[in-house]
Structure formats: C-alpha cells, structure tokens
C-alpha cells in the first residue's frame, strides 16, 4: 500500500477548470445583465469574425 504523507496537490491540474467555471460565471451573469461588461459581446464576435 503506498504512502501517502507528504503528497503534494497538482495545482497545475486545478487551473484550467477553474479559469471554465470563472469565465462561465462571468458569461452568465453578462446573459442574465446582472454585471455588465460595456462591448464585451460585441468585442468577443469582432475578434471571432477576424
């Protein structure tokens, strides 16, 4: 059985989802107008369309 003590956490592995979940959140609330980033929708399609 190996040992576990001193085992450090991955937290590379932690960023990515997180980062997911905040820019969900973000989107979101920009969705439902609860924040409101000025242009963000509109600045987002312009650099897609490029």
Do not use: C, H, W
């Amino acid at each position: 059985m190996p040992r576990l003590v001193g085992r450090r956490q991955n937290i590379g592995a932690l960023v990515l989802p997180m980062f997911i979940i905040v820019a969900a959140a973000a989107g979101t609330l920009q969705y439902y107008t609860v924040v409101d980033f000025p242009n963000l929708v509109q600045q987002v399609k312009m650099r897609l369309s490029e």
